[in-house]
Structure formats: C-alpha cells, structure tokens
C-alpha cells in the first residue's frame, strides 16, 4: 500500500516545523492531498507526489543520476511503487533501482530521520509534481 494521504500530511508538517516560511509555497501539495485521487498514483493529474533520495557522502558530494526522460541531472527518485508504505520506502527504492545502492547502506543525517530536507513543488510537462528527499 503505498504512502497514505494522512502520512503524507505528517511528514509535511514536519518538514514545516523547521521550514515555517515555506507553507504558502506548498499550497499546490497541500491542494493534491486534499483532492480525491491518489496522491501517490501517477495517473492522477495535475498533481501528484514523487520521491527522491539525497544521498550525501563523506567528501560532501552528492548523487545525481542523468534522468533517461529529460536528460536533466537530477537526486535518484521516482514514483511511489504500492510496496512503498512511506514516504523515505520511495526514495530508498528509487536509489537501489537507479544506482545500485542498498537501503542498509545510507546513514540518516542526524535530525533528520524521517524529515524531508527539502519539498520541491514544480511544474514538469505540464503537471505538478513534487519531490521529498528523505536521505
């Protein structure tokens, strides 16, 4: 089952407990979780939700992954698979799917379990989507 509305919400909130000043950007997310379709589904338009990994190694650099649709350098993530039952299953499964890295292998950064390091709301061929990194 993939990430509930509800899960979606908390982990949003979340992130506003330390972003405050972000909330009116995220008026188009808040809009899609209260909406009646799925918001995890890719067929629901125009909005949806996606997720992506920010992985960070020691040296401070971090993975991007040359998107195969739109030839853009972009942090490992996708779509919500009905496996994934949260947010950071998502992006964890993106990461092993797009560059071979195992879940066990990445390290929370410390304050952060479970809390988005950023919430992106974009516009991507003429569709909403956004984009969690959790990693």
Same mark, same amino acid.
């Given at each position: 089952?993939?990430?509930? *509305?509800?899960? =979606? %919400?908390?982990? *949003? #909130?979340?992130?506003?407990?330390?972003?405050? &000043? $972000?909330?009116?950007?995220?008026?188009?997310?808040?809009?899609?979780?209260?909406?009646?379709?799925?918001?995890?589904?890719?067929? *629901?338009?125009?909005?949806?939700? *996606?997720?992506?990994?920010?992985?960070?190694?020691? $040296?401070?650099?971090?993975?991007?992954?040359? %998107?195969?649709?739109?030839?853009?350098?972009?942090? /490992?993530?996708?779509?919500? $698979? /009905?496996?994934?039952? %949260?947010?950071? &299953?998502?992006?964890?499964?993106?990461?092993?799917? #797009?560059?071979?890295?195992?879940?066990?292998? !990445?390290?929370?950064?410390?304050?952060? #379990?479970?809390?988005?390091? &950023? =919430?992106?709301?974009? !516009?991507?061929?003429?569709? =909403? !989507?956004?984009?969690?990194? !959790?990693?």
């Amino acid at each position: 089952m993939p990430p509930s *509305t509800d899960h =979606i %919400h908390a982990v *949003t #909130e979340a992130y506003l407990a330390r972003h405050p &000043d $972000e909330r009116s950007s995220l008026g188009l997310l808040f809009a899609a979780l209260d909406g009646a379709d799925a918001p995890t589904s890719r067929k *629901t338009c125009p909005a949806h939700v *996606t997720c992506s990994a920010i992985l960070i190694n020691g $040296e401070r650099h971090v993975l991007h992954i040359a %998107h195969k649709a739109s030839g853009k350098l972009l942090a /490992p993530g996708g779509h919500n $698979e /009905p496996a994934d039952r %949260h947010l950071r &299953d998502a992006a964890l499964r993106e990461l092993h799917e #797009e560059a071979g890295i195992s879940p066990s292998a !990445v390290v929370p950064l410390a304050g952060y #379990e479970g809390v988005p390091l &950023d =919430i992106d709301v974009h !516009v991507s061929r003429d569709k =909403i !989507v956004g984009t969690r990194g !959790v990693r």
